[in-house]
């Protein structure tokens, strides 16, 4: 009895603790493979899509056609004042 050796693969054969570990462990990879995908489509449609040109350099407002829309009505401008008159002391 003493020179028996015991294989641990055969003593719980597909046991639930066995199934529940490799089912959490699926769960848990494709939570991580989610969130990475997730956090890379922000990051593509954050940064891929924003561009700001300047319309006073060189002719850039003639190559944008802003003119033309703005005389056609289609273009709502909004002017934002950069500094607060409450919290400034320079004149408003």
């Not at 015991?6 to 989610?34: C, E, M």
């Not at 350099?57 to 500094?83: C, F, Y």
């Amino acid at each position: 009895m003493a020179d028996t050796l015991i294989d641990n693969k055969n003593v719980l054969p597909d046991s639930g603790i066995r199934q529940r570990y490799k089912l959490q462990r699926h769960i848990v990879s494709i939570s991580v493979t989610v969130v990475l995908m997730a956090i890379c489509a922000w990051f593509y449609m954050a940064f891929s899509s924003v561009h700001v040109m300047d319309l006073g350099m060189g002719s850039n407002l003639k190559v944008s056609g802003l003119r033309e829309q703005w005389l056609r009505g289609d273009v709502v401008v909004m002017i934002r004042h950069a500094e607060r008159c409450d919290r400034s002391t320079n004149p408003c």
